[in-house]
Structure formats: structure tokens, C-alpha cells
């Protein structure tokens, strides 16, 4: 049986019936999914993605075994997944160019998995894992909550190998026919964040008590500059040249100030007419250091006070604090995502450098909480954010509204990936 074939016993399974529908296929009582996830640990978007597939699986198949093959190493992070998901194996390794596992861990889970998940990320960061899957097994592969803006020619040979393809919103599925690409196994399935489930309610209370703020009273904004400079955060300027640093400065600096005054209108907005506290707060770690600059410096000596400032932290805080939170504002994509999960209302000020990720906000009916920033004015923020006070219960609603849709896509995407799962002929992948 192919690949594509496990696709199509398809029925209405949630739960329980989905992992007894992968039981009675693989005739094991605990198959195994080796997922790959964990790009980076300078934002806590990204970080989010693991531990939100994580719980995602764990809800509808629950007698499935995961085995994490974790692209970046981390403490801090492996430390949090240790903590809330103990029994979940976390292993690493790199591909070499022949597409041989290089570590003992990966070749094993090679062996033992009866099937590969791609998680969520801005693109198939991990393809050549992927490949090599491919190469060294007949079992199913799928992709789960990526963005795919461009399809290379070897990118194009795994996709349609793939057994199922989930995109985070609907554009990457444009791009995919515009390819060639399309058929039942492609499904928008929005991004792992949602599913987030994971929480350190003891450092928020802390944070909470320490600066004396009140449960749905205060709001965080999170800033963004126009082109991450990932070349403060990684070895040897992550590689880039000195024409691309310069060009990178030279973008964000000519868009921060325009960018960010329309943020601090409506904090200054909300300080003034509700006499409450804000937040502010990065998604990513570059962003403790343009805090001050681009949302505190600015702003007016009567609104200074009721500022409060949170330093680099994990999802799962940031979870427990967007929980108690009035409404989160963000430049960043994913930092709404995450507050949303914990029913509150966000805001998605968006960048057109920020990729077509953020289609996913229109596709989840969104669109009133979505601020296009080069068409968007301070004004329209801060009567949104007020309107949103004003009427807190129908803001909620929408959030529970927005939660239902994302429970359908991935409702459809899991009865689409439960199918009948082909068991590998080979013995020995590496001999």
C-alpha cells in the first residue's frame, strides 16, 4: 500500500475512536508518532508550536506514543516539555547529505514509529528530515499546520509523497495548487499554537502580586520590528552579510517609530479612559531591548505609571498572564494566538513583512481584530480596543466563536490523517 492509499478509509472519528482506529490498523495497542517540532528558543511562538501538538494529539489519540525529534536544543525548553509532558521521549540528531540519521536515537525511532509528523512552523523547516523518512521507510509521512509561501522542485517531490498536508491558513493552499498540488489529503489546520494547553500559573501569580495588577484590567502589547534581526541572536551574525545587516537596519529603523506610535495611541487610550494597567512584553527575545524605546520612552508622563514590564519568558507563563489579561495587542503573530487559547481577546497588528501566515486570522473570522499596520491608524486600534471594553462579554464570545472554528478544522484534519497505516517491509533501514 502507498503512501496516499492510507488516506482513504476515512471516517467520522474523534477521541478515543481515532487512536482505536490506529490500534486496530498498525495491530499495536500503543503505536508511535515520531513528530518533529522545536525550531528555536528565542520566541516563544515557535516554542508554543510543540507542546501545542503535543496536547492536540494527546486529546484525540490518546493511547498513541510520541517520540519528539527536537531540531533545536534547548534546556530551558526541554526543562518546560519535561515538566508538562513527562512520558513524551525527546530525542535529537541531524540528517547528513545522503540522508543518513547521524545519531543512534533517530535511527531507532526510524525502527519503532509507525508514522512522521511535521509540526507547525513558517515553512517545512525540517524537509530533509523529512527525505530521509522517505527514503529509509514505506510509512506514512504528513505535514501539520506549516506555511508554505514557495515550492522548489525537491520541495514539490516530498509534498506529493505526503500522505496528508496541513496548512495554517488558506493561502498556503493556493500555493500548493498553483503547483500542482491539491486533493482531500490538503486541509487548513490552524496552527498547533491553538491547541496550547499548557500553563505556569505560579510565575504569573507572582508577576500578578508583584506589580499589583488586577485580573481582566490590565492589557499587554507585544512590539514587532519590520525584519527579525536574527543576527543579534545567533552565532557569527546568523550568517548574514554586512549588505543584508544594513538593509534589515535600515527597514526597521524606518518603520518602528510609524509602526509603534499607532500602538501606543491606544495604549495611552486605554490608560486614560479606563485607569488601568498595561503589560508590555516580548514574543521574542531581541524584543526586551526595544520595549523602552518603541512603547515605554514615548509615551506621556500621565500614562508612564501604569506601565509594567515583563522580561524573555516561555509560553506556558505567557499562557497563565494572556489568561488573566483584559485583551493582548501584538505586533507579533503569535502572541494573540496563544491569548485567544486562554479565551481572551487579541488583537493581530500586522506587518506585510510578517509572511502570509496571518491569513489565518481572516480564515477564522478575525477580520475586525486584524489591523493591516500600513492601513490601520492609531485611532482605529484604540475605538476597536474600546469597543472591546464596552462590550467584554461579546468580545468573549467571539473569542469562543473563533475557539469552535479551530476545533472543526481540526477535527477535519484528524479524521483526513486517521486513515489505514501501511506497516514498513523492511527490517533494517541502515544496514
Given at each position: ?23 486496530k ?26 507542546p501545542?501538538?503535543?496536547g ?14 527536537k531540531?533545536?536544543?534547548s534546556e ?25 540519521p ?27 528530515y ?21 515550492i ?5 517531490s ?27 489529503f490538503i ?96 514574543e ?12 515605554v520612552?514615548?509615551?506621556?508622563d500621565?500614562v508612564?505609571p501604569?506601565i ?17 489579561a ?32 496571518g ?14 499596520i ?41 479524521k ?11 527490517e533494517?533501514?541502515?544496514?
Amino acid at each position: 500500500m502507498d503512501r496516499r492509499n492510507f488516506l482513504q478509509h476515512a471516517g467520522i472519528l474523534t477521541g478515543a475512536l481515532l487512536s482505536n482506529s490506529i490500534v486496530k490498523m498498525t495491530q499495536k495497542t500503543n503505536p508511535t508518532l515520531l513528530l518533529v517540532s522545536g525550531w528555536q528558543d528565542v520566541n516563544i511562538g515557535d516554542i508554543a508550536h510543540t507542546p501545542g501538538l503535543i496536547g492536540l494529539i494527546r486529546k484525540r489519540l490518546p493511547h498513541v506514543n510520541i517520540i519528539l525529534w527536537k531540531r533545536n536544543r534547548s534546556e530551558m525548553v526541554e526543562a518546560m516539555l519535561e515538566k508538562h509532558y513527562p512520558d513524551v521521549k525527546v530525542i535529537h540528531g541531524e540528517i547528513n547529505d545522503k540522508l543518513i540519521p547521524q545519531s543512534e536515537s533517530v535511527r531507532e525511532a526510524f525502527q519503532e514509529a509507525d508514522f512522521f509528523i511535521h509540526g507547525s512552523g513558517p515553512y517545512v523547516v525540517a524537509a530533509n528530515y523529512l527525505q530521509a523518512w522517505a527514503a529509509h521507510t514505506d510509512k506514512p509521512f504528513g505535514i501539520f499546520g506549516v506555511t508554505i509561501q514557495e515550492i522548489k522542485p525537491d520541495l514539490k517531490s516530498l509534498l506529493q509523497k505526503a500522505s496528508f498536508i496541513f496548512t495554517r491558513e488558506t493561502a498556503s493552499i493556493k500555493v500548493l495548487k498553483e503547483n500542482g498540488i491539491s486533493g482531500e489529503f490538503i486541509r487548513f489546520a490552524p496552527d498547533a499554537t491553538f491547541a496550547l494547553e499548557i500553563h505556569d500559573d505560579n510565575k504569573a501569580a507572582s508577576f500578578i502580586k508583584d506589580n499589583k495588577l488586577e485580573a481582566r484590567k490590565f492589557i499587554c502589547v507585544i512590539p514587532r520590528l519590520r525584519l527579525t534581526p536574527y543576527y543579534k541572536m545567533r552565532p557569527k551574525n546568523a550568517g548574514w552579510s554586512q549588505e543584508k545587516i544594513q538593509e534589515t537596519i535600515a527597514l526597521n529603523d524606518k518603520y518602528k517609530e510609524e509602526d509603534h506610535s499607532k500602538v501606543r495611541e491606544a495604549m495611552i487610550t486605554w490608560v486614560r479612559k479606563t485607569g488601568n494597567k498595561i503589560v508590555v512584553c516580548p514574543e521574542m527575545t531581541y524584543q526586551v531591548d526595544i520595549i523602552d524605546e518603541l512603547l515605554v520612552n514615548p509615551l506621556p508622563d500621565d500614562v508612564k505609571p501604569f506601565i509594567v514590564k515583563h522580561g524573555y519568558w516561555l509560553p506556558d507563563e505567557a499562557a497563565s498572564l494572556y489568561r488573566e489579561a483584559h485583551t493582548v495587542l501584538s505586533l507579533e503573530c503569535h502572541s494573540p494566538i496563544i491569548a485567544i487559547a486562554n479565551n481572551t481577546p487579541a488583537f493581530y497588528l500586522r506587518q506585510p513583512e510578517d509572511t502570509i501566515k496571518g491569513q489565518m486570522y481572516y480564515d477564522l473570522g478575525l477580520k475586525d481584530w486584524t489591523f493591516e499596520i500600513m492601513e490601520s491608524n492609531g485611532q482605529q486600534i484604540s475605538d476597536q480596543l474600546m469597543k472591546v471594553y464596552d462590550n467584554y462579554e461579546s468580545a468573549r464570545q467571539t473569542v469562543k466563536q473563533t475557539l469552535g472554528r479551530v476545533e472543526v478544522q481540526y477535527n477535519d484534519a484528524f479524521k483526513t490523517m486517521v486513515k489505514d497505516l501501511p506497516a514498513t517491509g523492511k527490517e533494517n533501514f541502515f544496514s
